[in-house]
């Protein structure tokens, strides 16, 4: 009597949960799209559809589009994915205690989020997923048990287990297939299928980390709710994603704009652009991110309307510059849509805000000149010729004996690896330090059986009098706060007790460009580069060119800990390279955005 009892309070709490969601699905119909009105509400031209049948078409040559067979070999392993956690559920539960028949009834989901969920991933991309499970199950269980269980399976490859990272997640590649599986226990006795992760009262009684699993699944589902038209929005974002990628501005972890960033920048386009096609909302992504106010914050939606959700005793850190003094620091802000917000681009730093802004800025360039029919959208996807920009560069290398230590070991230094180039931003010779986001492995050869992985940030100097000689630049503190950063980690510990005697290693170098070639393999520095010289064009062997700076002294490698470092530099009156001056003239076309932050955008000329 006690299983029936059991099994129709189940039946009636699902009915509860079903109801809810659907007055939060209502809710969320209602919610505005933007703090503030559209800019323009003209329907796309004949020539703007045609730029974006163009766009389609470019993009598939670039492979951003899964196949027909790798979407349905996508939706298969979550599939499997989820069959598994419902197997492992009812087992965990019974070994806790539950009668089968109840053990059957509790339920777990596993959601998706990032590109998947957006509907942009390409073919080669992983899954985010998030296994949502009732409140008798909890962390340890997944890492313990649900990882024995992932273990065991063939079709189960490079497992790693990060119980202890900020997110924690397990790691895996399954049937082919990379993906990331978060875990969040919610404070609920059964898991309906229909379960709406957008209520904000399940946040209640959760603990940090389950609050920041969920999250990646609430901004990803509120994102799509505030834009106009979801299939415009997918195709402008995969153009974004495809032209931060080539741009070398992709990178949340070395301080540059993840997916989601890229994903909210295009959502507040779609919003101010709400009846116009994937071309033009393309153009005016960089149009409007390129003229924004920084450090006024991009917002989809209004920070007192998400607070308003929220129910009485349920409080979270958000973003608020008002009551957090540490948020108005913060460069480029571009706030999550969903309970709690926050800031999903704190990692940005200076030199990289100055190179996104110039990137920005020859993005907006090329596309007027791909709707005069000058350029094509394979102008736009260019490669940044990043090893060409600068005369000097800093080399991160990172070695291992084995290749499980060294993905570890570089993931470590490549988090620690914008430390580096913030102390180098407060260096005051150094006008911009630019790291590449694009790591290097090389795998070990007769000569070398060591795994290593590398790094490259460009220096740019401030311009000096030449007048004053030669100019000496130390930067053996920055280096040494960098490895310090490294080298007291907490994942040190675990890193060197698995690695034994053989620990991992790190070294830090100066080179200047000619020496690039000792580092990189063959086919990433292009041989030749064109100059013109009073109207005869000539080619010159980039790396037989003389420079400047070519009597500095190299930096000496630095292994734990840092060796002294000082760079003899003497420098023109204006660098040849580089991203120094990211503001261009003014757009008397296109006009310029003046922004408030919280709630007023205009445009001046439209």
């Not at 003209?42 to 993009?59: F, G, M």
């Not at 990060?162 to 919610?186: C, H, Q, S, T, Y």
């Not at 690896?417 to 090389?442: C, D, F, M, T, W």
């Amino acid at each position: 009597m006690k299983h029936v009892y059991m099994v129709v309070f189940v039946m009636c709490w699902r009915v509860y949960l079903t109801k809810k969601a659907l007055i939060l699905f209502c809710a969320n119909r209602r919610r505005k799209q933007g703090i503030t009105g559209p800019l323009n509400t003209d329907p796309p031209s004949a020539v703007e559809i045609d730029l974006t049948t163009q766009l389609e078409a470019t993009l598939k040559e670039h492979n951003v589009f899964d196949t027909d067979e790798g979407i349905e070999h996508r939706k298969l392993v979550l599939l499997k994915v989820s069959q598994l956690a419902e197997e492992w559920l009812i087992k965990m539960s019974q070994e806790k205690g539950k009668p089968l028949e109840e053990a059957k009834v509790l339920g777990c989901k596993v959601f998706t989020f990032g590109s998947y969920r957006l509907g942009v991933h390409g073919q080669g991309a992983d899954i985010d997923a998030l296994l949502v499970c009732p409140r008798n199950i909890d962390r340890k269980d997944f890492f313990d048990s649900f990882g024995q269980v992932l273990s065991a399976l063939p079709e189960v490859k490079d497992l790693r287990l990060v119980p202890d990272a900020f997110v924690p997640v397990i790691k895996m590649e399954f049937d082919g297939i990379e993906m990331d599986l978060l875990f969040a226990r919610l404070a609920l006795p059964v898991i309906p299928q229909d379960l709406s992760l957008m209520d904000v009262n399940l946040l209640k009684n959760l603990d940090e980390k389950c609050v920041r699993s969920l999250n990646g699944c609430r901004v990803t589902d509120g994102i799509l709710s505030l834009v106009p038209n979801q299939e415009v929005f997918r195709l402008a974002l995969r153009a974004i994603k495809l032209w931060a990628k080539c741009r070398g501005v992709y990178s949340n972890a070395l301080g540059f704009l993840g997916g989601v960033s890229w994903a909210m920048l295009v959502a507040r386009t779609c919003q101010l652009y709400p009846k116009a096609c994937a071309s033009k909302i393309v153009e005016k992504m960089f149009f409007v991110i390129g003229r924004w106010k920084w450090p006024n914050p991009i917002l989809l939606i209004k920070i007192e309307d998400i607070m308003k959700e929220v129910p009485e005793g349920l409080y979270l850190p958000f973003w608020s510059p008002r009551y957090n003094p540490s948020d108005a620091h913060h460069l480029m802000p571009i706030i999550t849509p969903a309970y709690p917000p926050q800031n999903s681009t704190f990692n940005v730093t200076q030199s990289n805000l100055k190179v996104i802004q110039k990137e920005l800025e020859r993005g907006l360039d090329v596309c007027k000149l791909i709707s005069l029919q000058k350029k094509s959208w394979n102008d736009l996807f260019e490669p940044l010729e990043f090893f060409n920009l600068y005369k000097h560069y800093i080399v991160i290398l990172t070695s291992a004996l084995s290749k499980d230590i060294l993905l570890r070991w570089s993931g470590l230094v490549e988090s620690k690896v914008r430390v580096l180039v913030g102390q180098l931003e407060k260096n005051s010779s150094i006008a911009i330090a630019h790291v590449h986001p694009k790591s290097y492995p090389v795998d070990p050869t007769d000569e070398n059986s060591t795994f290593t992985a590398q790094w490259f940030i460009g220096l740019e100097f401030k311009p000096q009098d030449p007048t004053q000689g030669p100019l000496n630049v130390d930067i053996e503190g920055e280096i040494e706060v960098f490895t310090e950063a490294v080298f007291t980690s907490p994942a040190i510990v675990s890193l060197y007790e698995e690695s034994e005697e053989n620990h991992p290693t790190l070294e830090v170098k100066h080179v200047k460009r000619k020496q690039l070639k000792t580092y990189l393999p063959e086919g990433i520095l292009p041989s030749k580069k064109k100059k013109q010289l009073k109207g005869n064009e000539i080619l010159v062997d980039s790396s037989q060119e003389k420079s400047p700076l070519d009597n500095s002294l190299p930096l000496s490698g630095a292994k734990r800990p840092a060796s002294p470092s000082s760079l003899d530099l003497h420098e023109p009156k204006r660098p040849s390279g580089g991203y120094l001056s990211p503001n261009g003239p003014a757009d008397s076309e296109m006009g310029s955005l003046v922004d408030s932050g919280f709630g007023s955008l205009s445009a001046t000329s439209e």
